[in-house]
């Protein structure tokens, strides 16, 4: 299998332009939040996010497969003491552009750094929006299926009547459970909460996630041979976990310090992955192009 890895330096609204249509399985990407990171990125007054943004996520919508998902991990910030809410304007107006708001997963920072505010507490978490084009998109549940849990010991060993049959929600919603359809199980499906710690330090970028992060969601929404996009790429982490992964990807960097550190950290990665050792094995065959 061929992995081709292509990195651009440049403005995303213009460089998106060049991706052909419906060509992209994953879209995953920390833009910039609104009035932060304004030494590299100048900074996005809250009362402006949306209208930046709308072109970008229109082309996003063009290059994303209507079997794609994007990912956007974003968070409010505080102005004058109360929470700005150009997230849920941004969320709405991405709605009106045509995209299903299909899920919201949460990021909890496990190692969050501890402070003091006069009318709240440290921030923990993180949204991370699912956009998709249709209702109907690919996902891999099975590949992030987690232990069944100690839970299971009790809950499972003395089942009533109603845990053997579909139980409907008592509050009307629809749903409904079966506890006993996991007897005998090991594993079950993950809630939309990830407990991740932060990784900056070590990536010479102010607001660089987890590799576990994109890893999570590449393991979700795509399989080997497809195609990932981080179009404010940052310190490169989707790109470097998607070529690991064996994934092609793309990834889009204003910051030219940025770009080039990326470059090399991929030049680097995609010689440690040709190594021939045997932790490497499962993808000894793959085959990198050239990267920009």
Sequence with gaps: MKIKTDIYLGDCKNILRDIPDNCVDLIVTSPPYSDQRKNNYGGIHPDKYVEWFLPVSEQLFRVLK?????????????????????????????????????????WHKKNCYPGKWPNRFRDAWERLLQFNKQKKFNMYQEEVMVPMGDWAKTRLKNLSETDKIRDNSKVGSGFGKNISNWLNRDKAYPANVLHLATECNNKNHSAAFPESLPEWFIKLFTKPGDMVLDPFMGSGTTNMVAQRMSRNSIGIEIIPEYHEMVKKNLELLQFTLFEPKAKHEEIKNSECYAIR
């Design 66 to 106: 209507p079997t794609g998902t994007f990912i956007l991990n974003i968070k409010e910030k505080v102005v004058n003491g109360e929470r700005s809410i150009y997230v849920m304007e941004l969320i709405l107006a991405m709605r009106k552009q045509g995209w299903f708001w299909t899920e919201e997963f949460v």
